[in-house]
């Protein structure tokens, strides 16, 4: 597609559900990149994937969450038995294809998806 | 891990009016973007500029690698660039980016 693309764009979901939120990144691009804003904060990083693999899962809060990317495109992350605390909008984020745009690494935004746990 | 800092955390301009916009990190930097963040969440890329001076219509920006600071022109502004705007670095290869807490800018007509 033409951009960065996130499903659902909202999630309700009650304490202690399963959520998974889905991430398409812009084709051919080599990584991805999942993000979360709480209300009215900045940007925190989760986990970056380079291809399939995940180098850095240092931004991950807690044991309950997890992501995968499956043939280098769509990404999924996991959230296990929600808290309230886990509330926020998640972002994703892609960059770099070689073989379109030079090495800039510039990243590109999807428009999120908003989880509100009750 | 690389700092930045940006500033003012927040502005309120007249319509008409110009502005800029600073962010301070505290490394050297492969990578730097500023982003609009509109109200409706989305992120909107307005330049991908480590070093050197970029304009687009309205809105310039020029990093000063050597100095570690960056700024963000924006000039006659008009409600529509209302939002908050993001600050983003990082220091090697295609690893994440680390973000300022933003500016928060209202124009008012």
Do not use: M
Not at chain 1, 112 to 117: A, E, M, N, S
């Amino acid at each position: 597609g033409a951009g960065v693309s996130q499903s659902p764009s909202n999630k309700v979901t009650e304490k202690g559900k399963d959520v998974e939120l889905r991430c398409d990144p812009i084709s051919g691009h080599t990584a991805l990149y999942w993000y979360r804003q709480s209300l009215g904060q900045g940007l925190e990083f989760l986990i970056y994937f380079q291809g399939n693999s995940a180098p850095d899962k240092s931004g991950l809060p807690s044991d309950r969450f997890s992501a995968e990317r499956t043939g280098g495109s769509v990404s999924t992350l996991t959230i296990q038995r929600t808290q309230q605390e886990d509330s926020a909008v998640y972002l994703c984020a892609s960059s770099f294809n070689p073989r379109v745009q030079a090495i800039t690494y510039e990243q590109y935004f999807g428009p999120g998806t908003r989880l509100t746990v009750t | 891990g690389i700092q930045v800092e940006q500033s003012p955390p927040d502005l309120i301009l007249q319509e008409g009016a110009n502005s800029t916009l600073r962010c301070n990190f505290s490394d050297s930097v492969n990578n730097l973007q500023w982003f609009h963040q509109n109200p409706w969440g989305q992120l909107i890329n307005l330049f991908y500029i480590p070093s050197g001076t970029k304009q687009n219509g309205r809105l310039s920006a020029t990093t000063v690698a050597t100095e570690r600071y960056s700024l963000l022109y924006i000039s006659s502004s008009q409600t529509t660039d209302s939002g908050v705007y993001f600050c983003a670095v990082r220091n090697s290869g295609n690893t994440p980016l680390v973000f300022g807490k933003g500016t928060r800018l209202s124009v008012i007509a």
